[in-house]
């Protein structure tokens, strides 16, 4: 707290001096900090409902934080235009008008950015359609399509009509199978039960899937993992399930977060218990809300992992942040090793309901069988588009579910 309280009051202090000279600015521009200070302050700590109860308050102060942010790097970038056009002189007109009228500028120009952010967040998520090419893929898989549902984060922001909206989306698309990589809610079972109600729709054939994220610890990880089942979901905590496909073995591995530390220090992913080295699968799927773990899943031996929790950044500057954080899993599709690593960058949004240089995406996944499955995620075939319109693949049977193994005790370490 005392570090987020320093970040601000040296933010404020900037760009108070920067863009304005009077007292009553100064004392506007303060109210948007101090609805970002009360973030942490008020709704962070402390019990869970009462943060449910003033979702609007969070919602502004959301909002404020997005404003707050593209504020702080357009006063950057007008101080580098000004530092630049002061040393040419050829520049001196432009040099002037940057000194007298745009720091009135500076700050309609963040509200326009959050407003068009907030519309871009808003409408929902578009359907990204990605191909798997895996070399000697079994002929029962091939086509097999997967839907990947990642960080919805319901709760002040995200409401029960637009989780409909997702519902929808992927009834219209008819996957194989459906994967929540984790990150669903932000509250309580008794809060969000309600709003996250629409999803059990998707739960029929028990072909449903659902790993932890760490906003579920922070929301409470127990009780939604026993109300994520009750809805049909199955919750993959460090084990795995063999499903029947033709002829074929498809293993859906699932880990818990890092975050399961917070009540257990000896709680962690673990993909080597998500897998089984004896049964010999065709294809291995892990699910795993942070990509992270791609080195360990790439030792267990999955052929494919499914993550979320980068967002691709949401906004900018974090787009490019983000980058330099999770290295080469931030977004989208990558390979390490023989390991394909698909990353959702958010079917909804958290913190300011606000997307610029990202979208919130749906995704269609389909193993597609690759006579040899190339090595840079570059000659991967990744087609996206906005309209959710269903791909209709050729497709064996649908699966059977086989087998269950490996079950843990919530936040512990699964054996066998």
């Not at 070399?135 to 839907?147: F, Q, R, S, T």
């Not at 795995?240 to 073995?249: F, K, M, N, Q, Y």
């Not at 257990?264 to 010999?280: I, N, Q, S």
């Not at 990744?382 to 049977?397: K, M, N, T, V, Y």
Request: charged share 20%; aromatic share 8%; hydrophobic share 45%.
């Amino acid at each position: 707290m005392l570090v987020v309280s320093v970040v601000l009051v040296v933010g404020y202090a900037y760009i108070a001096i920067r863009l304005t000279s009077t007292a009553p600015a100064r004392a506007a521009l303060a109210a948007p900090f101090v609805m970002v200070w009360i973030l942490p302050a008020v709704f962070w700590f402390g019990d869970r409902d009462r943060r449910s109860r003033h979702e609007w308050v969070q919602t502004l102060s959301f909002l404020c934080a997005g404003w707050v942010s593209f504020l702080f790097v357009l006063t950057i970038a007008r101080d580098v235009l000004l530092m630049t056009t002061a040393v040419l002189p050829p520049l001196a007109a432009m040099h002037a008008r940057l000194d007298e009228s745009a720091a009135a500028w500076v700050p309609m120009a963040a509200l326009a950015a959050v407003l068009v952010g907030a519309l871009v967040a808003l409408r929902g998520p578009y359907v990204r359609r990605v191909d798997i090419p895996v070399e000697g893929l079994a002929p029962d898989l091939d086509g097999m399509c997967i839907v990947q549902i990642s960080d919805l984060h319901v709760g002040p922001t995200m409401r029960r009509a637009y989780v409909q909206r997702v519902v929808d989306m992927t009834k219209r698309l008819a996957p194989d199978l459906i994967v929540l990589t984790g990150d669903i809610v932000d509250g309580s079972v008794s809060r969000l039960a309600s709003r996250v109600a629409p999803l059990q729709a998707l739960t029929c054939g028990d072909r449903a899937f659902f790993v932890l994220g760490n906003h579920d610890y922070y929301s409470g990880a127990a009780p939604w993992t026993e109300h994520f089942q009750g809805m049909g979901f199955r919750v993959l905590r460090n084990e795995h399930v063999t499903i029947a496909r033709g002829a074929a073995r498809l293993l859906v591995g699932g880990v818990i977060d890092f975050a399961a530390r917070m009540s257990d220090p000896d709680a962690g992913p673990r993909p080597e218990l998500a897998t089984d080295v004896d049964a010999r699968p065709d294809f291995r799927l892990l699910l795993a809300h942070n990509p992270k773990i791609a080195p360990l899943a790439e030792q267990a031996g999955f052929d494919l992992q499914l993550s979320g929790h980068t967002h691709a950044g949401q906004f900018f500057p974090w787009t490019v942040v983000i980058h330099w954080v999770h290295g080469p899993h931030a977004a989208g599709l990558s390979r390490r090793g023989r390991l394909w690593v698909y990353v959702n960058a958010g079917t909804g949004t958290w913190g300011p309901p606000v997307r610029l240089g990202s979208r919130p995406e749906l995704t269609l996944l389909r193993l597609v069988s690759s006579p040899a499955a190339p090595l840079t995620p570059a000659s991967s075939r990744i087609r996206a588009q906005a309209s959710p319109g269903e791909l209709r693949h050729p497709r064996p049977p649908r699966s059977s579910m086989q087998s269950r193994e490996g079950r843990a005790p919530f936040g512990g370490r699964s054996g066998r």
